[in-house]
């Protein structure tokens, strides 16, 4: 069973930057699909960025330029550039451990996920 703890969210000002990290235990994650997804209440959980098993990005439109994923799996890393006040979210690390046919940034194909890290941009 994978744990994961996510860190580095804050308030931050528009146009600022960061940086969250999630540390994954309980498992060797080397050919885990990794992501990050954000939420705010009362939506659905969106797809960000997402590290495939042979460590291939993919981006949702609307952070691409702007979001890097870093491309190792233990901690995961997404540098935040740029950022605007839509980025205002709850983000959550998740581990895909199986394979599965769904696009990578569909929160479906994920088994495991953080407590999140909240990030407001104002």
């Known amino acids: 069973h994978v744990q994961l703890v996510e860190s580095g969210g804050g308030s931050v000002q528009v146009g600022g930057s960061l940086r969250l990290s999630c540390v994954a235990s309980g498992d060797t994650i080397g050919r885990y699909c990794m992501g990050w997804f954000r939420q705010i209440p009362d939506r659905e959980r969106e797809g960000v960025a997402t590290l495939a098993g042979d460590t291939t990005a993919s981006y949702a439109d609307s952070v691409k330029g702007r979001f890097t994923i870093g491309n190792a799996k233990n901690p995961l890393t997404l540098q935040m550039n740029d950022l605007k006040p839509e980025d205002t979210a709850m983000y959550y690390c998740?581990?895909?451990?199986?394979?599965?046919?769904?696009?990578?940034?569909?929160?479906?194909?994920?088994?495991?996920w953080g407590q999140g890290t909240q990030v407001t941009v104002s």
């Open positions: 998740a581990a895909a451990k199986t394979a599965s046919s769904l696009p990578y940034l569909d929160e479906k194909r994920y088994d495991y």
